[in-house]
């Protein structure tokens, strides 16, 4: 049985998603150690406050540096973002950014050069580095016709490639899935990182597959069957990853 460490960052409770995750077959441990976080074989990092309040305590406990160290191409440990967890593998948000933070200066709008965390200005706007690890923003979802936070069911529409996602194994084109959010990755995200999108306000991409990287805006873990299935998939490419690895080790 995989242990998959859900992150914690001491926002929200985060038992639903270890409970989903135990369902579906894994041992599931709620941390905030990062050395926890370094050694699991599988990663959650569940979508719970803002983007700015996020990083800052990530950064604060060096949660963001074992998430990155844990991902990076030499290691491979498989990670799945919820929500604000999916938001924050991209390189900058505009959420939640105090009006009195110090800015640093960036190489580039995107922050390239900055640390997870550093706040800067960029196109009339104050944003917070992310991790970093996807290319891309997060921005709020326009508020003209529709209700903004987007609360409830909406439908998941499958890309080229997210067809051969394996996160999203036996996953029906166009199901219903739980979202709660007022923000979402925008338009200068790589299309080639986008497994599966959805139209509400906006065209956003809902899910995102990178290698060993997975992400979903909807919460799976409150997602009926369908969001089971997508964490039983989770499940099974995390054992399938740390088989592989107890063999090289035999």
């Known amino acids: 049985m995989p242990t998959i460490v859900v992150i914690d960052y001491h926002k929200g409770n985060l038992s639903s998603v270890a409970r989903g995750l135990a369902r ?71 959420e939640g950014v105090p009006a009195d933070a110090a800015a640093e200066s960036a190489d580039d709008a995107m922050g390239d050069g900055l640390a997870p965390g550093a706040v800067f200005e960029a196109e009339g706007t104050r944003w917070v580095r992310g991790l970093g690890v996807l290319p891309g923003s997060c921005t709020v979802l326009p508020s003209r016709r529709l209700k903004v936070p987007h609360v409830g069911w909406d439908q998941v529409h499958l890309t080229p490639s997210g067809a051969a996602c394996p996160l999203l194994e036996g996953f029906d084109e166009g199901a219903n899935l739980y979202f709660t959010h ?19 306000a906006r065209n956003f991409g809902s899910v995102v597959w990178h290698g060993n990287i997975y992400g979903c805006q909807f919460h799976p873990e409150k997602s009926s069957a369908h969001g089971h299935q997508m964490l039983e998939n989770f499940v099974r490419i ?13």
């Open 24 to 94: 579906a077959g894994a041992e599931a441990v709620v941390s905030d150690d990062p050395e926890r976080i370094r050694a699991a074989d599988g990663l959650v990092l569940p979508g719970v406050g803002s983007f700015y309040d996020a990083m800052a305590f990530m950064c604060a406990t060096g949660q963001d540096r074992a998430v990155i160290d844990a991902i990076a191409q030499g290691s491979g440990t498989p990670f799945l973002g919820i929500c604000l967890g999916l938001q924050l593998l991209f390189e900058r948000g505009d």
């Open 238 to 250: 995390v054992a399938a990853r740390a088989q592989g690895a107890q063999e090289v080790r035999s």
């Open 182 to 200: 007022s923000y979402a990755l925008d338009e200068d995200v790589d299309a080639a990182d986008i497994a599966a999108r959805t139209f509400y």
